[in-house]
């Protein structure tokens, strides 16, 4: 054991990977640096020649996973080597490729030098790879949250009424909790309005929670407080989503399927009659990206920069122009609009991210009395923005220069994050919640209790807003109008 943030794995020939040979420091390739880039190689990068280095392949910035093999040599013809992670007084030896496992959330700062086998002599400045670990796949449900860790594991918090945290009782969590017999096997996670879903790395897919109109598609009405297996082929899953009454699957191998309540034509099949197990959307057997299950409607990106909606359109939330529900997909962007991506709200926004970053909307303006029956720029985020996420009835987005959070519309329980419970029509900065946001989510049961949270690049999860029921994750049930931190990351 280095320190508690993970142990130095020891090199076994059974299990280690293939690791491409490094360049030869006095050759026309040049090894990377301690910054992943390419060193530019130099006469004293000849080996037994100049300075003794110590070079290293470290992984990118950010990381989503808990376990590594890091490569590493030297310009010497032979050398031993010692890693510390910074901060130790100690070194101990490593042998490249040396494994890294059980890495805990947060920035990792690991040093490795090198001795010459023939000298003796120790390089004075180290190589120093540096990269952060942070949770992933964050979303922001009705009254719960729920993310994915670096170690594969789910675990979700807030609201429980339902079983829609999944950990076998019905009892409201305050603090994240592990999701029933997941283990390590997670890789993304939808939490609807009072039920969950999430893919695992086989390509499987489960939901638990409440489960009215087999909104779990697993073929019962029957509420689950652990996760059930979804009514599809195994290993055929390659996106999940959950909505307010219903959820949607993006095959791997094509098309898209649907299951639950399908009132309004949210499950995009013809008719108006609920499903208990995942059946057909009509039309969409191809050129999928990615598919989201909303408030009695859902979305899909095409391959080629599309639009597609269907099901709720009472107030223009198809953004067709043209009012009346749909049980079938209906386009709302042709092929070649540059849509990298959509959020569909559990309550009338709807938001599309086009390139080169603006954000579209129709429906709700976030006021509850502003409506259009078409997507309309939102004037102040016309470009540089990552990501959006709308709850409902309020909506947030990341810049892409300055990875800041800014978010606008309804600010009952300061879902909005700048310190205040006052509406917004225009976007405004989430308050001490410092630049490099890598994920955001917004959620929400009803226009008085939404909330919001974050991933950092430093690893930390965030969150503001509604704490009704702990979907803050900080242990409280006040609200907040600033991120608080959520306890355990």
């Not at 499903?275 to 969409?284: E, K, M, N, Q, Y």
């Amino acid at each position: 054991m280095l320190d508690t943030r993970g142990t130095l794995r020891p090199v076994d020939a059974a299990d280690t990977p293939d690791v491409e040979e490094p360049a030869d420091p006095g050759h026309d390739e040049a090894p990377p640096d301690a910054e992943g880039e390419e060193a530019e190689a130099t006469e004293e990068d000849i080996p037994g020649d100049g300075a003794l280095d110590t070079f290293a392949g470290c992984p990118d910035p950010i990381q989503h996973t808990n376990d590594f093999w890091i490569d590493f040599w030297c310009n010497r013809s032979a050398c031993t080597f010692e890693c510390r992670f910074t901060g130790m007084a100690d070194w101990f030896a490593c042998v490249p490729p040396q494994g890294l496992t059980n890495l805990s959330h947060g920035e990792i700062m690991l040093e490795v030098r090198a001795t010459d086998s023939a000298t003796g002599e120790v390089d004075a400045t180290p190589a120093l790879c540096k990269w952060s670990i942070v949770p992933s796949s964050l979303s922001c449900g009705g009254m719960h949250t729920c993310l994915v860790t670096a170690d594969g594991g789910v675990k979700c918090w807030g609201n429980n009424a339902s079983g829609q945290i999944g950990d076998g009782t019905a009892e409201v969590k305050y603090q994240p909790t592990d999701v029933f017999g997941l283990g390590s096997d997670g890789v993304a996670v939808s939490a609807g309005y009072a039920h969950t879903c999430a893919l695992t790395a086989s390509g499987n897919a489960a939901c638990w929670g409440e489960n009215l109109d087999g909104r779990l598609g697993d073929g019962t009405g029957t509420d689950s407080l652990i996760p059930v297996a979804v009514a599809l082929t195994p290993g055929s899953v390659a996106a999940v989503s959950a909505g307010l009454n219903h959820s949607c699957a993006l095959k791997s191998t094509s098309g898209t399927k649907c299951w639950g309540q399908n009132d309004r034509g949210q499950l995009g099949n013809g008719d108006n009659a609920p499903s208990f197990s995942p059946i057909d959307v009509l039309g969409l057997s191809t050129g999928l990206a990615s598919i989201v299950a909303g408030g009695l409607r859902t979305c899909a990106v095409m391959d080629d920069g599309g639009l597609t909606c269907w099901g709720l359109n009472e107030q223009g939330e198809l953004g067709t122009g043209i009012l009346g529900n749909s049980n079938v997909p209906v386009e709302v962007y042709p092929a070649g609009s540059g849509v990298v991506s959509v959020s569909v709200g559990l309550g009338s926004m709807t938001w599309a991210l086009l390139d080169p970053g603006g954000v579209w909307f129709w429906s709700d303006d976030g006021t509850g009395t502003n409506y259009s029956s078409l997507p309309r720029l939102v004037p102040e985020m016309t470009s540089n923005v990552t990501m959006i996420a709308t709850g409902f009835a309020h909506g947030c987005a990341v810049m892409e220069d300055t990875e800041a959070a800014w978010c606008w519309g309804r600010n009952q329980n300061g879902q909005l994050g700048n310190g205040t419970t006052a509406y917004a029509a225009e976007a405004v900065p989430v308050s001490e919640l410092d630049p490099g946001v890598i994920e955001i989510c917004a959620g929400g049961s009803g226009v008085d209790c939404g909330h919001s949270c974050a991933v950092t690049r430093t690893g930390d999860v965030k969150c503001w807003g509604c704490n009704l029921t702990g979907q803050l994750g900080n242990g409280l049930t006040s609200d907040s109008p600033i991120p608080v931190d959520v306890v355990g990351f």
